[in-house]
Structure formats: C-alpha cells, structure tokens
C-alpha cells in the first residue's frame, strides 16, 4: 500500500499543475503593473531619402544612440536627459539610409515626424577656384574658374592652367550639420607612358591621386591647398618612380558658397 501510494503522488500533481500554472498566470496578466505603457516598446526602421542619418542624428541634437547613456561610438556615458521622450534607442546606419529605433507609439510618432522635417533636400555648392604658382614667395595667377551645382560628397574632377602648367585635383565638399563644410582636394599625378610592343593594345592608368587633405571652413571663407614639388616627388617615390610632373609650387584656393533656394 505505501508503494502504491507513492506512485499516485506525482501523478495528481501532474494533472493539477498546469491548471495552478494557468490560474497563477491569468492572475498575475491581469495585474495592473504588468502593463506596458503606451502598447510597449517596440523597433521600427525609419529610412531617409536626402541626408544622411548620422547628419540628421547630429542636426537633431542627439549624442547618445541609447537613453541609458551608451554614446553612438559605444562608449559608456551619463544617461542623457535631453533623449526624445518615449524613446530608448536611436541608432543611425548611413549606408543603408535609416534608422532604427525602439520606442512607445507616442515615442515613435513623434521621433519620425521629426526625422522627416530634418531630411530635407541639401543645397548645392558652387565652388569658385583659383590656381596660382608660387615662385620666391611671388605669386603668378593661372587660372580661376568656378564649378556650379557640386552634389554632398560627390567627387568633382577640377583643371586649372594650360599645357604643361595644367594642374589636375579631384574636389568633394560634405555639409555639416552646424553649417560648415568639409572641403578635401587630392592632385593628379601623371603616370609615364608605358614602353610600346606588339603585344596589342594595354589599358594602364595615365595618373594616380594623392591622399585627400581636407580642411573646415563656412560658405564664404577660403580653403588653401598648397601643391608643392617636394610633397609630389616623396609620392612619386613612394610609387616606384623617379619622374616628377613640374618642379613648380602651386596653391589652390577654393571658396565655396550655397546656392540659394
């Protein structure tokens, strides 16, 4: 009898669990507290048509990707208190053009319409150049030009000077959130002619580019680029090569401007 009451002991807890189980659960979901505001947090992606998000992100005031206080980086911060309300990640992803974020309803409503009256079309720069070569401190014009419609980010081929005082530089531009404009220029460097055979036609490059130096200015101010014959003949022979294009100094100087609405 004890063998067979112990066999029967399991038994009725199994079949009385599940409902205690269930009871247990209905009371507890029909609690109050347990309730998420708003219909909870949830994620949600945000994409972007004009700007780019990090520059949104910054225009926005936003430092932290996280309410808690982890910058956009990753690093461990403060919790920030200036966060939208409802929100508790905002983090911007540039290649894809979006956001992603996690919120209440609310949060995200109002997060979007502000994303959306952020991401507005970015003005076009018109970059005015002028090229002079330097000689004993005397400086000898050579061209200027002005180059309309350049698009954010968008590398722009510029010549200035003829014949053998043609100088070759690729510009881009990036507008800043606070107004200011990255400027970055790489100089051309002409490549020499490769030896001719009969092995048929050979596609080789005829220039390379410099590493880009960039520079922060406003639309107005001037950035200078100084183009000098020392700095090309280090690169040169970095590349191999013992030919130099022009023993000459150059600067180009280049002022952007915004064009208006």
Request: charged share 20%; aromatic share 6%; proline share 10%.
């Amino acid at each position: 009898m004890p063998r067979f009451i112990s066999r029967q002991r399991p038994r009725l807890t199994a079949l009385f669990l599940p409902a205690l189980l269930l009871a247990f659960g209905v009371a507890l979901g029909s609690r109050p507290a347990t309730a998420k505001p708003n219909g909870g947090y949830l994620w949600e992606k945000i994409h972007v048509t004009q700007q780019l998000p990090t520059a949104i992100f910054a225009r926005l005031g936003l430092t932290h990707s996280t309410r808690n206080g982890l910058t956009r980086d990753g690093k461990k911060d403060v919790p920030d208190p200036a966060f939208p309300v409802g929100m508790t990640d905002i983090v911007p992803y540039d290649d894809e053009k979006l956001f992603i974020i996690r919120g209440t309803a609310a949060g995200r409503v109002e997060f979007r319409s502000r994303v959306q009256a952020a991401d507005v079309p970015i003005p076009p720069v018109t970059l005015h150049a002028e090229l002079v070569r330097r000689t004993n401190g005397a400086e000898e014009p050579l061209g200027t030009t002005a180059l309309d419609n350049l698009k954010d980010r968008r590398p722009t081929v510029l010549t200035l000077g003829d014949g053998a005082a043609a100088r070759v530089y690729e510009i881009t531009t990036r507008q800043n959130a606070d107004g200011t404009l990255w400027v970055a220029c790489r100089i051309g460097l002409p490549l020499p002619a490769p030896p001719t055979g009969d092995s048929g036609a050979v596609f080789v490059p005829t220039q390379v580019w410099t590493t880009p130096l960039s520079k922060r200015i406003r639309p107005g101010e001037t950035a200078v680029f100084e183009d000098l014959a020392s700095f090309r003949q280090a690169t040169m022979r970095k590349l191999g090569l013992s030919q130099s294009d022009t023993p000459d100094d150059y600067v180009l100087r280049l002022t952007p401007t915004l064009a208006t609405p």
